[in-house]
């Protein structure tokens, strides 16, 4: 079979969680995520069992163009059962990839200052992950850490300082790269390496 | 071994999902109280089934848990919970703070330092810091939306104008990240300084007020206080009778009928450790 999900939901679910959780506690630090799954292409594995830990009918999809093919529409339908919408306003969580422009951050769900916890968080899958284009600190990191994904523009690095500026509301972003994730939450300080 | 009429760790997989999700927010935004469904557990509310639940979520098949109640791993509190993992997970257990991969904990933080490598989930009953202040839940979630904590200063200054110092010995109100005043689950205001700054991710659940929230690891935990009466922890004037600590948190234990006491450690491995000499 080449679309497979989880053999054993409940393990591997709970370590993929792990590993989803460590690199939420620790912004910038990619974390491995090994999996069994099968993802069809272009969804990442590391971001389909993402999708497969995280994702059911209480949470509505967005998949940005690249994404949104019949085959990963299919397959995140089937194993998280979650609707997939058009509108970004309404998604929990967003599936999108680096090599494709990305939309304005503003246009996902941000929270509301009573409830801050009512916002989307972002999946961006790219190729592999550097140390190069932003210094983050905060809550997480012991100092700061050098932290990047290839293929994401300066554009977007400004947007999630700028995501940051607006905390506790915002979005929070986990990226996947082969077998790795990371995460970037809303309560990191992002510097651009070239205003350092 | 696991019990096969139990899913792995008791809970079902979408609880764990809405869950799992509801950490991940809590550690986006830390100190903010995250609402989420909480189930009804095999225990009573105030066993810790928030805790318990939090546990569930995170816990593989790979982790080594330790169960505390006080400081404790051989009260009745802790010895259910550690019985129902084993039951229903199948994990290892210990009573060692450093073998321990998570700790649950009712009411503590362990002497021994925490690695980056632990996870501390705090069993918490009022979540909410300043539901003793304000009861109504629109008013004191408006509050924290506003970071308006004038209140709880107030509070504080009371007890320095009737006490000459700040009463509060235990579920001490700190502010985390600069942002949001949170409680820190009914610890004394000893281990508040074990907050800050700490290597090990600390995640805490309400079963009964249906509230997680987190501290990422490497976080700024500062306790409320006043410039001119800055925040202190107890201190006592003897040691622990059984090992000699003089650094680690004491309970007042009665020894007879005529009133005589001894003051021993609250963290029974931490005691253990220092006699055996490991």
Redesign the interface.
């Known amino acids: 079979m080449s679309e497979q999900g989880f053999t054993d939901?409940?393990?591997e679910?709970?370590?993929a969680?792990?590993a989803?959780?460590?690199a939420?506690?620790?912004p910038g630090m990619p974390v491995p995520l090994e999996v069994k799954l099968q993802a069809p292409h272009p969804l990442d594995p590391a971001s389909a069992a993402v999708a497969l830990?995280?994702?059911?009918f209480?949470?509505p999809l967005w998949l940005s163009p690249m994404m949104a093919t019949e085959a990963v529409a299919h397959y995140l339908r089937f194993h998280t059962g979650a609707p997939l919408v058009e509108e970004r306003e309404g998604a929990?969580f967003a599936f999108l990839s680096a090599s494709e422009e990305t939309p304005a951050l503003s246009l996902f769900s941000q929270g509301?200052?009573?409830?801050?916890?009512r916002?989307a968080?972002l999946v961006i899958q790219a190729a592999t992950f550097n140390t190069r284009d932003v210094v983050l600190s905060?809550?997480?990191?012991?100092g700061t850490t050098g932290f990047g994904v290839a293929g994401l523009s300066q554009r977007f690095w400004s947007a999630m300082a700028e995501n940051h500026a607006h905390?506790?509301i915002g979005i929070?972003v986990i990226f996947a790269a082969q077998g790795r994730i990371a995460a970037l939450?809303?309560?990191t300080r992002v510097v651009l390496q070239e205003t350092v | 071994m696991n019990a096969p009429a139990y899913n792995f760790a008791y809970l079902n997989e979408q609880t764990k999902r809405m869950i799992r999700r509801a950490i991940l927010k809590a550690i986006a935004v830390p100190g903010y109280q995250v609402p989420f469904a909480s189930r009804e557990m095999p225990m009573p509310y105030g066993w810790g089934t928030g805790g318990v639940q939090v546990t569930a979520s995170v816990l593989t098949p790979d982790d080594r848990l330790k169960v505390i109640d006080q400081g404790a791993d051989d009260t009745t509190n802790a010895v259910s919970i550690r019985k129902f993992f084993v039951k229903t997970a199948g994990v290892a257990t210990t009573e060692r703070t450093e073998e321990a991969t998570i700790i649950q904990t009712r009411h503590r933080i362990p002497e021994t330092p925490l690695t980056a490598d632990q996870i501390l989930v705090f069993q918490v009953p009022i979540p909410e810091p300043l539901r003793f202040l304000e009861p109504r839940e629109t008013e004191t979630r408006k509050m924290h939306a506003l970071e308006e904590y004038g209140v709880m200063h107030v509070k504080l200054y009371e007890d320095i104008a009737q006490f000459g110092e700040i009463a509060t010995t235990y579920a001490y109100p700190a502010k985390v990240a600069d942002r949001y005043v949170f409680d820190p689950s009914p610890i004394p205001k000893f281990d508040n300084p074990k907050l800050d700054d700490c290597p090990a991710l600390q995640l805490f659940g309400a079963g009964r007020e249906k509230r997680i929230y987190a501290i990422p690891p490497h976080t700024k935990v500062k306790s409320l206080d006043f410039e001119d009466h800055p925040f202190e922890v107890q201190r006592w004037n003897e040691p622990c009778a059984l090992c000699g600590s003089r650094t680690s948190f004491l309970d007042e234990i009665v020894i007879d009928d005529k009133g005589a006491r001894m003051f021993v450690c609250s963290d029974t491995d931490f005691c253990a450790k220092q006699r055996d000499g490991r």
């Not at chain 1, 905060?138 to 012991?142: D, L, M, R, S, V």
Request: aromatic share 8%; charged share 20%; net charge neutral.
């Open positions: 939901a409940a393990v679910a709970a370590h969680f792990r989803i959780m460590q939420m506690a620790r830990t995280l994702c059911d209480q949470t929990h509301t200052h009573e409830y801050p916890d916002s968080t905060g809550p997480g990191i012991k905390f506790p929070d939450p809303r309560s």
